[in-house]
C-alpha cells in the first residue's frame, strides 16, 4: 500500500482571494514504512508575501524570486502522487489549494476520496483534545524540535510519525503480515495441487478420537433403526477418545 504524507505553505487562507502555494513536501511510505522517497519544491507564487504568511513559515518573496512557478513543476508533482492515498493534516485546506493550482495550469485534479485527514482522525480519538501537529507531538513522544517555523517537508516527516500512532504505530503491518504469509503458503498448496499427480501428504501421526461412548452408542442405535441397508451401515466407528 503507497501512501504520501504531504504538506503545504502558501501565501494566505484562501486561493481564491489571490493565494498562492510556495512549497510543496511528500513524503512516501509503503505499508506505512517510509521509503526515503521524498518530493520537494519551492514556487514562485508571482505575487507578494503577505507579513503574516512570511511569519509562519519564513519564506520571503526575496528567495521565492528565481523558483518555479507552479505550472512548471505540476506534471512532477502528479506522477510522484499518482493515485496514492494522500496523508493530510486539515486536508481541506491543502487539496483546495492544489486542486486550483492544477486547475489553474489545466492539468487534472485530485478526487477528494484520495485524501486522509490526520486532523479528522486525531478529533475523533482524542475529542475535545487539541489537535495540532505540535499538540499531537507533544501526546506521542515524537521530537519536533528543529520545526521553528513552518516547514512543508519537514511537517511532512513529523506528519508521517503522527500519523503511524494514531492508526497504532506500526502494528498493521505486524497484524497483516502472518495474513500475508498465510496467503503465500495457500497459493502454493494451491500450484501444487494443480500439477498432474498431486496427492495430499499422509498425517505423519493419525488425529485423535473426539467421540464419547455416548456418542458412539447414539449412533449405533440410529444406523440400527436405519436397517442393514444403510449407507451408515457400511463405516467402522473409531473408537472413543480417552477420558
Known amino acids: 500500500m503507497r501512501e504520501i504524507v504531504l504538506d503545504t505553505e502558501t501565501t494566505g487562507l484562501d486561493p481564491h482571494d489571490g493565494h498562492r502555494i510556495v512549497e510543496i513536501g ?41 523558483k518555479p512557478v507552479f505550472e512548471k513543476i505540476a506534471q512532477q508533482f502528479l506522477d510522484f502522487v499518482q493515485d496514492a492515498k494522500l496523508v493530510i493534516h486539515n486536508a481541506e485546506f491543502d487539496m483546495r ?33 487539541p489537535s495540532s501537529l505540535d ?31 494514531l492508526i497504532g504505530g506500526r502494528q498493521p503491518d505486524l497484524v497483516l503480515a502472518p495474513e500475508r504469509d498465510a496467503a503465500s503458503r495457500d497459493r502454493e498448496e494451491a500450484k501444487a495441487r494443480a500439477q498432474p499427480g498431486w496427492t495430499p501428504l499422509s498425517r505423519p501421526e493419525p488425529l485423535p478420537p473426539r467421540l464419547t461412548e455416548e456418542e458412539i452408542a447414539a449412533h449405533a442405535a440410529l444406523v440400527e433403526r436405519l436397517g442393514s ?6 463405516f467402522e466407528m473409531p473408537a472413543a477418545k480417552a477420558s
Not at 485530485?110 to 482524542?126: E, S, Y
Not at 499538540?135 to 517537508?153: E, P, Q
Not at 441397508?229 to 457400511?234: P, Q, V
Open 135 to 165: 499538540a499531537l507531538c507533544r501526546r506521542f513522544g515524537i521530537d519536533n524540535s528543529a520545526r521553528t517555523k513552518h516547514g512543508a517537508l519537514l511537517d511532512s516527516e513529523i506528519l508521517a510519525e503522527v500519523y503511524l500512532e
Open 97 to 129: 489549494f492544489l486542486n486550483a493550482e492544477l486547475g489553474w495550469c489545466g492539468k487534472r485534479t485530485l478526487p477528494a476520496d484520495q485524501a486522509l485527514d490526520t486532523l479528522a482522525i486525531a478529533r475523533r480519538r482524542f475529542p475535545g483534545s
Open 26 to 66: 511528500a513524503v512516501e511510505l509503503h505499508n506505512h514504512m517510509p521509503t526515503g522517497k521524498t518530493f520537494h519544491v519551492y514556487i514562485n507564487p508571482l505575487r507578494d508575501m503577505p507579513e503574516g504568511a512570511f511569519n509562519v513559515h519564513g519564506i520571503s518573496s526575496e528567495f521565492l524570486a528565481d
Open 229 to 234: 441397508d444403510a449407507l451408515w451401515a457400511s
